[in-house]
């Protein structure tokens, strides 16, 4: 039996030994077979994650791995040289059409080499490290952005239309975005801030953390969270919700998606139906679109500031209204009149423009 | 039954090769990107000559450079999972043993995350980065290992079912720790813990982690093999393999440390793949007997090919987008080993 025994020790080791071979090898093949990109001519940028990246230029081949620059990328104009993008890039429309990569936590390295990006653009808050690291290692430059706030999103945009190579539609982009944003700041600024619950989620109740851009949306919508916590989604206890009584509640939703219909339950369920915003149904819906640093985010936050400050735009509308029928004597009057009966109540069906 | 002759090991290792290989080959064959089996085989000879740069360009780097490194890794993190799983379940004589029911995934899972969490925190260059949590991983396995190996030993004695049960509560205390930090940590990359936690072949490794791991798994399991005489032995009992002149201290503390390190290297690259351990030693041993000469290497090819099967189902079946591969692993395996149980029991 011993003897026997030592000679099956060396066939072990012989398989280890071939197994070994056989990965150096491929170590050895990569190793040797580098990515085209280090030869052709490349621009170094440091990218919002803070590495250094070597851009191959021109950019023409753009792979996309979260919703969010897909949007950006069809904002900017460049759609053309989106050439991939997740499962769940589904605005605009079109980028469902794009060739899919898989998810955004988990996309297919083959799909995205098949399809030889100049660039695989990344955001720090949704993918992976090891994907930026898998894509590093083979050679394919990645770009991270990493925006916390409404002007990181706005600013991160200009960015990378520079980066991209179409600087004059990054600017033109941002100071669109930057004159609506000044616009609802201006008139929101009689208005105090509402104290809003920001529900991601309803069982278990998620909501956000204060140092989200979502957070800062809401701030730029007339708004604040009544959760203060650092963590990025936090779990809140319903108790504390009902002892702070929010003002309103808000929903993201997207096309068709439940949120409205969850709006007709809160009133029969316990604990929520013991908050001021439940019983007189001051809820506001918005579009998902808050939820995607993208550019779409400052319609978003109009739409919200619209929902909690009617007052504030009514004003226009009645004078848009006024200056053609109405004299402008009772025009004055209504503007007056017209933020307290909607503050009081506000009917399910207006506070919910976004839910169909 | 036949005695166990070289040969007849070395044509059973060939036949199990042989399966190892066409798996391998399916493998690198499906995948998102279509591959001609002309073009692989060419490529393929290709590269074991050494002539990479001549490989159809993008198609060469998918299959090569994605493909290749990624079934190596499911074929050694299988192996060593598996041969972990059998030497366990010898050393401790109890069916249910394996690296997951000792704690040690777990160890290595809370490793891990306690090594994303820091790194941010501390100054690491990037080149360093990329092995830290590997490095954590490790560490955390090693640190369980030691933990269980010391609550499980009654009056210096190592107890079997003591050490199981001390594996077991450490496993769900370690799993408490790894939730309570998921749900509080403000860190990063959190959604990509979860993945983790269920184990996950597509990171590309790092070449010098390669090295590390390859040495370690044919190290670890060659000190395992040493000992295949004295584990069979072991099966009889403590008592009686001692009255037959096996050091039992000295086999007890081999396997146990070669077992926990091949744990360790397997779990701190590719997350905590389930089943493989406890499943694969139990098939291996239905087909070839519990002649642990036979068995520990047919236990590393066995492990080998469900992984790489595993594997290949994880990343074709919704693709292009990817399931954790201990997902399949635990899907397949689950039913699989209450068909043995109940068939054994028949």
């Known amino acids: ?356 | 039954m036949r005695p166990l002759t070289l040969q007849r090991l070395l044509l059973r290792c060939a036949a199990l090769a042989a399966v190892l290989f066409v798996v391998v080959v399916i493998a690198l064959k499906l995948g998102a990107v279509p591959v001609s089996l002309y073009g692989l085989g060419r490529d393929l000879i290709r590269v074991m000559l050494g002539q990479s740069s001549g490989l159809s360009t993008d198609y060469g780097m998918i299959v090569i450079d994605i493909r290749l490194p990624r079934i190596l890794l499911g074929i050694v993190v299988g192996a060593s999972l598996s041969v972990a799983g059998t030497s366990f379940q010898a050393l401790l004589r109890n069916p249910l043993a394996d690296p997951y029911v000792l704690g040690v995934s777990s160890g290595a899972a809370l490793g891990a995350i306690l090594a994303i969490i820091a790194e941010p925190h501390l100054a690491i260059s990037p080149e360093f980065a990329a092995l830290f949590t590997p490095l954590g991983a490790f560490l955390g396995a090693a640190a369980t290992i030691a933990a269980v190996y010391f609550l499980g030993r009654r009056e210096g004695q190592i107890d079997s079912s003591t050490l199981l049960l001390a594996g077991i509560i450490s496993a769900s205390f370690l799993s408490a720790i790894i939730l309570f930090l998921m749900t509080t940590q403000i860190g990063r990359d959190m959604h990509g813990i979860a993945f983790w936690i269920m184990g996950d072949l597509s990171t590309p490794l790092q070449q010098k982690l390669r090295w590390v791991l390859g040495v370690g798994f044919v190290a670890a399991a060659g000190a395992i093999y040493t000992t295949a005489s004295d584990l069979n032995l072991l099966l009889a009992g403590e008592k009686e393999a001692m009255h037959l002149g096996v050091d039992v201290p000295r086999v007890h503390l081999v396997v146990y440390i070669a077992a926990s390190v091949l744990t360790g290297l397997a779990v701190s690259v590719s997350g905590a793949i389930g089943y493989v351990g406890l499943l694969v030693p139990h098939v291996m041993r239905f087909i070839f007997g519990s002649d642990h000469r036979m068995l520990l290497p047919a236990a590393a090819f066995g492990g080998a090919i469900a992984v790489v099967i595993a594997d290949t189902l994880a990343r074709t079946v919704v693709a292009p987008a990817e399931l954790p591969v201990g997902v399949m692993t635990a899907m397949a395996g689950a039913p699989l080993f209450i068909y043995l149980l109940r068939r054994r029991f028949a």
Not at chain 1, 65 to 88: C, F, K, N
Not at chain 1, 241 to 255: D, I, M, R, S
């Open chain 1, 1 to 356: 039996m011993q003897q026997e025994l030592r000679l099956q020790v060396p066939r072990v080791a012989c398989t280890a030994f071939v197994m070994l071979l056989l990965w150096t090898g491929s170590v050895r093949a990569q190793s040797s077979a580098p990515g085209p990109d280090l030869t052709s001519a490349g621009r170094d940028v440091v990218d919002e994650a803070g590495r250094t990246v070597r851009i191959r230029q021109p950019v023409q081949r753009i792979v996309s791995l979260a919703p969010s620059l897909t949007e950006t990328i069809y904002a900017l104009g460049l759609q053309d040289r989106l050439v991939g993008d997740t499962d769940y890039c589904d605005y605009p429309d079109d980028a469902q059409k794009k060739t899919k990569v898989g998810g955004a936590i988990n996309p297919n390295l083959e799909q995205i080499a098949a399809l030889r990006p100049d660039l695989v653009l990344v955001t720090k808050s949704l993918n992976r490290y090891d994907t930026v690291r898998a894509l590093d290692s083979l050679g394919i430059p990645a770009f991270a952005t990493d925006p916390h706030t409404v002007d990181e999103i706005v600013s991160s945009t200009e960015r990378l239309a520079e980066i991209l190579g179409a600087p004059e539609s990054g600017k033109a982009l941002a100071l669109d975005l930057e004159h609506h944003l000044s616009d609802l700041k201006q008139r929101l600024a009689a208005s105090p801030p509402r104290r809003v619950l920001f529900v991601v989620w309803a069982e278990p109740l998620i909501s956000i953390g204060k140092d989200t851009f979502i957070a800062d949306a809401l701030r730029r919508a007339g708004a604040i969270s009544i959760v203060d916590s650092a963590q990025g989604w936090p779990q809140v206890n319903l108790e504390e919700v009902v002892k702070l009584q929010p003002e309103y509640l808000v929903f993201a939703t997207g096309h068709g998606e439940t949120g409205a219909r969850d709006i007709d339950i809160f009133p029969s369920l316990p604990g929520w139906r013991l908050l001021d915003a439940v019983r007189n149904r001051r809820f506001a819906v918005i579009s998902d679109a808050v939820n995607r640093p993208a550019p779409r985010i400052v319609s978003a936050i109009e739409d919200l500031a619209r929902q909690l400050h009617p007052e504030a735009f009514i004003e226009v509308q009645e004078k848009e209204k006024t200056e053609k029928e109405i004299p402008p004597k009772s025009a004055l009057l209504s503007t007056n009149l017209a933020p307290r009966a909607t503050e009081r109540e506000i009917p399910s069906d207006e506070a919910s423009p976004c839910a169909h």
